[in-house]
């Protein structure tokens, strides 16, 4: 089964952080580990929320809009997406995620299409 | 409540149930299920007598015998709750059950502790070796589906419904809440030790104590091996595990410096072992050992033994504890056992033997996920200079540590090597990480 792992965090301690520097090596070394158990199905790293941009059509006009969807105090800040065998292999994978350590990882199994 | 019944008489009062809680749960709930076998409804009668008694003890003071009051309590619940269902077909009989129940109540002069019984119900063949510690956790110390559920990485709904399906099962089934014969008890014990085990190792996963639900897993487990190893003196493995958990816990103090980081048993400064416990440990082994019935707890157990012997001349016998590490193997063989055998191998004959035995499991499919052993395969090549392969297998073992303060120690490792091989490290490491 596909999941999806949705990373969040509080981007200003993150930053204070200095996250390239601390987080980036376990984040390899993690991908690295799916990557090796044949598992992942692709995962990046978004910018800060404040370069995120809404759009939605209503009554046939369009609004754009700056800023992200909602205002959170933790941001989605990445994802993976997973293929495992259940919800138990996912949320072992979840756990050794460094985002897991300093922030909070949703982790959604993906609607399945009937293949036509 | 009315005023004069201040905050002291509702702290002593919750004081005291909690006291009950946490001494008595497993006992009231296994007289309360032992004929009907329905642990569901035991616990709901309970959870009802713990909310009266909260209500009651700070008006008319704690009763000399909390338990009796909360196993009356309790029962006249299950006699109330039997009542109502007197149209079932059933109703009769489990009436007739509650009363004869009370009646061996009134007669037995102190509660009867069926815990024992409760714990072989629970780690029986018929019920998913899965769900027999959380089933244990539950029934014997009254621990909530939520906190067990992340303390084994279940989603909470799941744990519940796992537990609501596996007391049906106990019910439906006819499990005997009883210890076994000599015939079976061999068996059946190893399924309810593994299940203490595995309470005691969720719990020793968290070795910072930060998360404090993880950190009482580790107490629980401490608890029921007591227990157990109390009421089955004469069993070498309940005595055995006991001994074991006592070995690991009483390094806990050792296993990360103040500031929260990883130190690697070898490396632990014996002064911050809990000698009290160690000595416990080794009388425990002792006991076992002379029973003559050598087993994987006692094992396991003198393999602490030896590691903690450093504290007396600062020398680890590797050899020796290869040694046993080989006779585990054969006992109960798993990655884990294989891991620490070349470990020690590594320690007692070089690094290219112990090298050697992980090259001998590496088709094991199941070390794809398995930390240990690319962080031992890591060490070990680091050491014979085959810097290339160390630092692929660093980075899958740090891809596969949960814990974050084992990630730095790896990765400062990976970081030292690549300093020592000339090279610049291959990616900025920086120590002054925020935790």
Known sequence: MKYLFLIYADETVAAKANPTETMLPAYAAYSEAMAKAGIIRGGERLQPVNSATTVRVRDGRTEVLDGPYADTKEQLGGFYMVDVPDLDAALAWAARCPGANNGTLEVRPVWEMATA | MGDGHGVSERDAARAAAEAAARGSYGKLVAFLSARTRDVAAAEDALADAFASALDAWPRSGVPSHPDAWLMKAAQRRLIDAARRRRTGEAAAERLAMVADELASLAAAERLPDDRLGLMFACAHPAIDPGIRAPLILQ????????????????????????????????????????????????????????????????????????????????????WLGSLVAAL?????????????????????????TPDGSYVPLAEQDVALWDRAAIAEAEALLTRASALERPGRYQLEAAIQSAHVARRLDGRTDWAAIALLYEGLAVLSPSPV??????????????????????????????????QPYWAARAGLLARLGRTGEADEA???????????????????????????????????SNSAVDR
């Open chain 2, 139 to 222: 029934t014997v110390l009254g621990l909530d589906a939520a906190a067990i559920a992340s303390a084994f990485l279940v989603p909470p709904a799941t744990m519940g419904q796992r537990l609501v399906r596996a007391k049906v099962r106990l019910r439906q089934a006819g499990i005997p809440f009883r210890i076994p014969g000599p015939g079976e008890l061999g068996e059946r014990l190893a399924a309810v030790l593994e299940a203490i085990y595995a309470t005691f190792a969720e719990g020793w996963l968290d070795p910072a104590g930060t998360e404090a639900r993880r950190r009482n897993l580790a107490a629980e487990g401490l």
């Open chain 2, 232 to 256: 089955l003196p004469d069993e070498p493995e309940a005595l055995g595990l006991f001994a074991l958990m006592l070995f690991a816990e009483a390094r806990r103090p050792a296993r990360r």
């Open chain 2, 337 to 370: 056992v294989a891991v620490n055998r070349a470990a020690a191998l590594a320690e007692a004959h070089g690094a290219s033997s112990g090298l050697a035995a992980l090259d001998g499991i590496a088709a094991d499919p199941r070390l794809a996920d398995y």
């Open chain 2, 394 to 428: 660093y980075r899958r073992a740090i891809g596969l540590e949960r814990d974050a303060a084992v990630r730095d120690f790896l990765e400062a490792r990976r970081a030292a090597m690549a300093a020592e091989a000339g090279s610049q490290p291959p990616s900025p």
